[in-house]
């Protein structure tokens, strides 16, 4: 498509950890600690990408997991300035794709059920409801959906 923003995806090192926190301030109201990221980022299970614009600034990333046949994301994540512009497809395909090559065939999220433009990427990629936890998230009091598609072999 014609506004599709041509970044460069790839794994997050350790050393990614303050720009992945930058990323996760500007993006969420209650966001994840410094050393949250930085267990993501050191764990053996841990999955980290980065998407990078052509001058080398992250304009978005995911964190996650991956135990044994079993991928949860926890975050994707894109700078406002950069949103639709397929940089979430991206990233997702690359994280799932990451994840397959590590063995896992099921892939699983949270999100709030408010968060329109998340549920419809999820969709889009697959994803489907797997189950509804009501009222979960305490300062809005929002649902979450959990959500899950298998990954091909
Ligand atoms: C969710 C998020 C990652 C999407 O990133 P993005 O780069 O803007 O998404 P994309 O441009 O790749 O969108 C892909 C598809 O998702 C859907 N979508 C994305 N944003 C949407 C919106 N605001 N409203 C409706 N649909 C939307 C569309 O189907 C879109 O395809 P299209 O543009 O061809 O119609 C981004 O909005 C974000 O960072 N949100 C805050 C963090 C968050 O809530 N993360 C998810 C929970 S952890």
């Known amino acids: 498509m014609s506004n599709s923003f041509d970044c460069t995806i790839r794994p997050a090192l350790t050393s990614d950890k303050e720009a992945l926190y930058k990323l996760e301030k500007a993006v969420y109201a209650v966001a994840w600690s410094e050393a949250m990221i930085a267990e993501v980022l050191e764990e053996a299970h841990g999955t980290a990408l980065l998407a ?88 809005t009091g929002d649902d979450a959906l959990i959500m899950n598609r298998t990954l091909s072999a």
């Open 52 to 139: 990078l614009d052509p001058a080398g600034a992250v304009v978005g990333g995911s964190l996650g997991r991956v135990v044994e046949s079993e991928f949860e994301l926890y975050k994707l994540s894109v700078h406002r300035a950069f949103r639709r512009r397929h940089i979430g497809r991206q990233l997702l395909a690359a994280t799932l794709a990451a994840a397959r090559d590590r063995g896992a065939r099921q892939a699983f999220l949270e999100v709030r059920k408010s968060n329109q433009a998340a549920v419809a990427l999820y969709e889009a990629a697959g994803f489907t409801i797997m189950s509804i936890r009501p009222h979960y998230y305490e300062d």
